[in-house]
T-cell receptor
């Protein structure tokens, strides 16, 4: 069972570079989420999607864009990376009928 | 907006000690409450949940009771093991589940043999 797969697992970027984080789920879940985890801050919601072709902003959306072109994939983009975006990024998914989230194992991003 | 406050860590306990991690919440409606656990190097996993007042969620020896009068959902375990060392997150969502989970800041637990 793959569940939620995040790629890459680790990445180092230089300030100003761009990149895309990929989240893929094979459980046919409608809802998908991107969170960032920072020391002492817990998890904060960046963007989320309640279905293919739909996205919405979370608590900390600035500097990020997302796309949900296919139901199973949720992409998180950084157009111009900043050191403040150094974090661990987690993707999660769920069905509308369930309130339990399935999380990926995370992407550790460092911006230098 | 809705928020969750949980006790600051880290918490260090000896094996077989009693564990309490406090969690209180602020919500405009009548939320569902959750505890998630994150083991080193992994993503979060649902540990237990409760959806209405006085409900008790339980799993793997952990328990938490939904207390509406005190807006609390404290996590307890009678006898911790080294394998319980992890970060624990309290979280809430509205009853409909339409709003994303709101997490507390997490409490790191270390259990020593």
């Amino acid at each position: 069972n793959a569940g939620v797969t995040q790629t890459p697992k680790f990445r180092v970027l230089k300030t100003g570079q761009s990149m895309t984080l990929l989240c893929a789920q094979d459980m046919n879940h409608e809802y998908m989420y991107w969170y960032r985890q920072d020391p002492g801050m817990g998890l904060r919601l960046i963007h989320y999607s309640v279905g293919e072709g739909t996205t919405a902003k979370g608590e900390v959306p600035d500097g990020y864009n997302v796309s949900r072109l296919k139901k199973q994939n949720f992409l998180l983009g950084l157009e111009s990376a900043a050191p403040s975006q150094t974090s661990v990024y987690f993707c999660a998914s769920r069905t509308p009928a369930s309130d339990g989230y399935t999380f990926g194992s995370g992407t550790r991003l460092t911006v230098v | 907006g809705d928020s969750v406050t949980q006790m600051e860590g880290p918490v260090t306990l000896s094996e077989e000690a009693f564990l309490t991690i406090n969690c209180t919440y602020t919500a405009t409606g009548y939320p569902s409450l959750f505890w998630y656990v994150q083991y080193p190097g992994e993503g979060l996993q649902l540990l237990l949940k409760a959806t209405k007042a006085d409900d008790k969620g339980s799993n793997k020896g952990f328990e938490a009771t939904y207390r509406k009068e005190t807006t609390s959902f404290h996590l307890e375990k009678g006898s911790v093991q080294v394998s319980d060392s992890a970060v624990y997150f309290c979280a809430l969502s509205d009853r409909s589940g339409n709003t994303p989970l709101v997490f507390g800041k997490g409490t790191r637990l270390s259990v020593i043999a």
